[in-house]
């Protein structure tokens, strides 16, 4: 099992001061899966649902100048690794001012006072006078079984929502739930295919949401009842959108709804929502545009799944 | 209004009375039958006022909610619009933003029915001439805040001769007094009136509440608080809160009219010790 790599410039910086500090807002262990074409960032996809899930997916021309790859498991390797310690070694490495690329490979290295040796990926890096190595400790490589139960894991989470609307201020969004999370512990997510987003946290004092109308949407979509009153409360439009088949609710805890919004910090140009029937979660699509333009940057992808605390009136 | 009803709020957990006349709004907190509190939210503060109704309506609702729910509806940096309404389907008090058709943010409190019996201060002048001073309100604040050590009871004393305001208080630690004295160039008493010496003590707990969570305009502005004593000792603190930098302001500045006052006025009654024991 062998990987060596070489960083781009970009690649440091996506990873350092993007994807890195989002993706360690959601979970500080995730899975690092290092295939030919593509290096993921996993979260939680194999454990229990109760906990929300994250794949983040970089092309690797985008990360890497070169890399060799090899392995018993079609060339694919993955290992659970702490997203702050990765993040603490790049930063680390980025303070050398240097001509020569990062270099980051797998290795394994005694410990101090140990006999046995361990796992590391090693991040080194040469300046005019001094080097860095930076060894980030992560787990044993997966095993065969693993690795294609992860792959079968990714393959099932990639099934889209029916109707996925898109939410192009982010920022109005995160402030809005900085304000309301005090409120209560859940939150319910209506998505219609009128293009409407709805979030409500109800207790029994008070209800507190905020609607979204008239967004793009991806996918089924619907015009909504020409007779509907356009003075009905959001609570009633939504009710009316599920009635005919045209929406669905769920509820999430505010936590995790809380904790996908970290995505932000990834700097996604738009995000998308849609409710995943089958799966019974609340899914989050970030979209990344090509810097300067409006075409989305398929190198990089990151989408969110919440689970859902109850299947809800719907 | 954030600022204006958070002075208000000097716990938790607590209930309001919101009373809705053709004037405008009146909310009020009570505690322990010692102390009162009331804001006036006057019509001319809103863009738009709408008065539908024969009775005076008047609900409770929780006063904590009701500021967290309006601090949810502004964003820092905008100027928002809220529509509020009374009463909703099941009688639940209504907000809803209407700055944007696209979103919108909205809440429905739910208010219960408010005690028939309020307990009321029935707050009279105490003789023929008022007895009443004007301090700056952040010299209020501070002198307040001062007192806390000494202990639990204060003793106010207002005497004519010569013109002075004195806060005394005596524990265990010390005594601790602070004086306000009226002449002619001291800008700390604004207002003076007193023809003869009274002197009433107030609980710390009840006095520190009227001062204890001023908005920082009251004390930037520093207008002045006025006190004035009544029947019985029971003392009314009157604060006044700038209610401006709006959209509404905006509107009306580029409307070409001048704009009426934009002032929320709070005050708190509070008995005297001795009226707490009877």
């Known amino acids: 099992m062998k990987f060596k790599a070489f960083l781009t410039d970009n690649g440091i910086s996506l990873l350092e001061k993007r994807l890195l500090p ?38 690797n021309p985008a990360l ?43 290795v394994k290295k005694l410990p101090p006072s140990t006999t046995q040796p361990m796992p590391f990926l ?31 894991a990714i393959d099932s989470s990639q099934t889209l929502p029916k109707t996925l609307v898109q939410i192009p201020y982010l920022n109005q969004l995160m402030s809005f739930m900085e304000r309301m999370r005090h409120v209560g512990d859940s939150l319910n997510v209506g998505v ?5 987003l709805h979030l409500e946290i109800s207790t029994p004092m008070i209800t507190l949401g905020t609607e979204f109308q008239r967004l793009l949407v991806l996918g089924e979509r619907a015009e909504p009842p020409a ?26 805890t505010v936590k995790n709804f809380t904790k996908s919004l970290s995505c932000h910090l990834a700097k996604p140009d738009c995000a998308f929502y849609g409710i995943e029937e089958q799966s019974g979660c609340l899914v989050v699509v970030f979209q990344f545009f090509i810097p300067g333009t409006r075409i989305t940057d398929k190198a990089i992808s990151l989408h969110c799944r919440i689970p859902v605390i109850d299947t809800g009136c719907n | 209004m954030v600022d204006a009803l958070s ?38 503060l809103f863009v738009q006022y709408e008065y539908r109704a024969r009775d005076r309506p008047r609900f409770g609702l929780s006063l904590g909610l009701f500021v967290d729910c309006l601090n949810t509806f502004s964003a820092p ?38 005690d028939t019996i309020t307990w009321d201060f029935n707050f009279e002048p105490a003789g023929s001439t008022p007895i009443n001073f004007t301090v700056k309100s952040a010299a209020l604040k501070e002198a307040i805040d001062d007192l806390e050590w000494p202990g639990s009871s204060i003793e106010i004393t ?10 005394k208080g005596e524990g265990g630690h010390g005594d601790l007094q602070v004086d306000f004295l009226y002449y002619g160039t001291s800008d700390l008493l604004v207002a003076f009136h007193c023809d003869e010496e009274v002197s009433n003590r107030y609980k710390y707990k009840f006095l520190h509440a009227t001062t204890a969570n001023l908005p920082s305009n009251v004390i930037k502005d520093n207008r002045g608080s006025k006190i004035t004593i009544g029947r019985g000792g029971i003392m009314k603190v009157q604060h006044l809160v700038s209610v401006t930098r709006s959209l509404t302001t905006n509107l009306a500045s580029s409307a070409g009219y001048q704009q009426p006052s934009r002032i929320a006025f709070i005050e708190f009654f509070l008995k005297p010790e001795e009226n707490i024991d009877e």
């Open chain 2, 7 to 44: 002075a208000v709020r000097w716990k938790r957990q607590q209930d309001a009375v919101i009373e809705v006349s053709e004037h405008g709004i009146v909310l009020i907190v009570e505690e322990s039958a010692c102390l009162q509190a009331k804001v006036y939210l006057q019509r001319e």
């Open chain 1, 227 to 252: 007779a509907s009153d356009p003075g009905a409360s959001p609570g009633k439009r939504m009710e009316v959108a599920i009635q005919g088949g045209d929406g669905l609710m769920v509820q999430v």
């Open chain 1, 64 to 106: 890497f100048l070169e890399h060799r790859i090899s392995s018993q498991c079609d060339d694919r390797i993955a290992l659970t690794l702490d997203t702050s310690l990765l993040l603490r070694a790049l930063r680390s490495v980025v303070t050398i001012s240097s001509s020569c690329p990062v270099q980051i490979k797998l």
């Open chain 1, 122 to 152: 090693s991040f080194e890096t040469k300046g005019r006078n001094s080097a860095v190595i930076h060894d980030v400790p992560i787990s044993k490589p997966f095993s065969r079984s693993q690795v294609l139960e992860l792959q079968a």
């Open chain 2, 158 to 167: 207002l005497q004519p001769t010569p013109p002075a305001v004195t806060l």
């Open chain 2, 77 to 114: 940096g905008s100027s928002s619009c809220i529509e509020i309404r009374y009463p909703g389907p099941d009688m639940q008090l209504l907000l809803r933003s209407v700055d944007s058709l696209d979103a919108c943010i909205y809440a429905e409190i739910r208010t219960r029915i408010p």
């Open chain 1, 192 to 196: 219609s295919k009128y293009g409407d």
């Open chain 1, 22 to 59: 989002a993706l360690d807002k959601l979970d500080r262990t995730c899975v690092l899966y290092l295939t030919p074409q593509h290096t993921l960032f996993l979260h939680n996809l194999l454990s229990s649902s109760t906990v929300i899930q994250s794949v983040a997916q970089v092309a």
